[in-house]
């Protein structure tokens, strides 16, 4: 193993907050030590309620008359680590190492170089009086992990500068260019139990790859949950008899389900309704040829439940009816989905029936649309309708100054800047929500295994895009 040299200042501040244990909603401590580096040096700060601090520092020498710049990057971190692990992420310090390759890692652990290395350059830009700078002003936000939850609690007022550079990036010659916003849109279904006497049959819906609602969503794969409901549907406009006794399937709102299940009474014979499900079997695996072909539809007759939901159809026909998946591309940005949208989850409890859907779009306006849809139709199938987790998203800008300062510095350090656009969510929504006047970039170093114990970070990289960084700062004049 190679030394971890902190006589770099990005290294060294690294290194530091490494010994804070930072997981998502335990950040209290990255938070004070923070707090306590501006007191130190006499700089401005501010800490909310959910452990948000702003620091700010005065433009230095000859660029009292620039506009202020914002540094932004999150302080929490996914906390995961392999098999076997003791490593306690809300107690221990995390224990880094440099391999051969010259890549730094945390043993057993996520490194949290998403977005430590943000943190870091942060702190050493703000611990450093020689680097010249416009005023600054640096947030360092909570809970970016499970939903952006500390960038929605920032006072619109205290984001005062009209241009910023997002250190959550990576690649360290590209930059993003939009994000998608969002909500998770819960539809509740309260049960109250019947009795039925009548045969319990489970329909099951496997085969499929599914995959990321963010990175997927556009090459139309199946989802399990809705197409459980169109087997249903098609086999009750064919006569079968139906009473619902449970719907699960999916693990989260941002996989596109692989499995589904539906258990339900019916008097209709098994080979009647076996023959009503292979031919929607049939015609689906025709549709998904190119997607997922192996699908499969499942019947087999269970015990009987002796009961059934009042009414259950009704939870069978939201998820039938309701918009799901790839709606909208972008017709600037080649091979981006500006818009989707994912039936998630499903699950049946003792006493209501829930799916779970996640909406994505970069255009508020088009996110506004769809879960309006969803709540009309929720209305008239007598279904409740929730709406939570809303945060905005950030659409791509033809004109960005900002973007091409950075093209200039890279190109000063013999650099092509590319530009990428995703279907996932980040801050810059939430921050240009606050002010639509920002001008946004996002930078920072190459790392790879993100989320994962395989977590590591490019040392040399972290190296030569502070150098970057630091001249786009001297550059905002």
Not at 10 to 18: A, G, K, L, V
Not at 149 to 165: F, P, T
Not at 253 to 282: C, G, H, W, Y
């Amino acid at each position: 193993m190679k030394e971890f040299d902190l006589s770099r200042p990005q290294n060294f501040w690294f290194n530091e907050i490494s010994k804070i244990p930072h997981p998502s909603k335990h950040e209290k401590k990255l938070s004070d030590f923070i707090v306590n580096f501006a007191q130190e040096r006499g700089l401005n700060w501010k800490q909310d309620e959910v452990w948000n601090v702003i620091v700010e520092k005065p433009a230095s020498k000859g660029y009292e008359n620039a506009a202020p710049l914002i540094l932004q990057a999150h302080i929490d971190m996914v906390p995961a680590k392999v098999e076997g692990s003791n490593h306690d992420f809300e107690t221990d310090p995390l224990q880094l190492y440099v391999d051969e390759e010259g890549w730094l890692h945390a043993k057993d652990t996520t490194l949290g170089g998403d977005d430590g290395h943000g943190v870091a350059y942060m702190l050493a830009i703000l611990d450093d009086d020689e680097i010249p700078h416009p005023p600054l002003q640096c947030f360092f936000t909570t809970m970016e992990e499970i939903g952006l939850l500390g960038a929605m609690e920032i006072d619109s007022a205290d984001v005062k500068a009209d241009r910023m550079i997002n250190l959550d990036g990576g690649g360290e010659t590209s930059t993003g260019i939009s994000a998608a916003g969002g909500c998770n849109v819960y539809i509740h279904k309260d049960i109250e139990w019947i009795s039925s006497d009548k045969p319990t049959f489970e329909l099951g819906i496997s085969g499929l790859t599914g995959g990321h609602s963010g990175g997927q969503i556009h090459l139309e794969k199946g989802n399990a949950i809705v197409i459980a409901a169109r087997v249903i549907e098609e086999a009750i406009a064919n006569g079968m008899d139906f009473e619902l006794v449970s719907f699960i399937g999916g693990e989260k709102d941002n996989a596109i389900p692989r499995l589904a299940s539906i258990v339900f009474n019916s008097s209709t014979p098994l080979s009647q309704i076996r023959e009503m499900f292979m031919k929607t079997e049939k015609n689906i695996k025709v549709e998904l040829e190119f997607s997922d072909p192996d699908i499969t539809v499942s019947l087999k007759e269970t015990e009987k439940a002796g009961k059934a939901v009042k009414g259950g159809v009704s939870i069978v026909d939201y998820a039938y009816l309701m918009p799901n998946g790839f709606q909208h591309r972008s017709m600037v940005i080649e091979g981006l989905t500006v818009t989707s949208l994912n039936l998630g989850v499903v699950t049946t409890e003792e006493n209501e029936i829930w799916l779970d859907t996640l909406i994505r779009s970069a255009m508020d306006h088009a996110t506004d649309d769809l879960k309006d849809r969803m709540k009309l139709l929720a209305e008239k199938l007598n279904v409740r309708y929730e709406l939570a987790g809303r945060y905005s998203g950030w659409n791509y800008e033809p004109v960005s100054p900002m973007r091409e300062l950075l093209r200039k510095v890279q190109k000063q350090f013999g650099n092509e800047l590319s530009e990428h656009a995703g279907h996932g969510g980040n801050e810059c929504g939430v921050f240009k929500a606050k002010n639509p006047k920002l001008d946004i970039i996002t930078f920072g170093p190459i790392g790879s295994g993100i989320h994962t114990p395989e977590e590591k970070l490019d040392l040399d990289s972290f190296e030569r895009s502070f150098q970057i960084l630091k001249e786009i700062v001297k550059e905002c004049k």
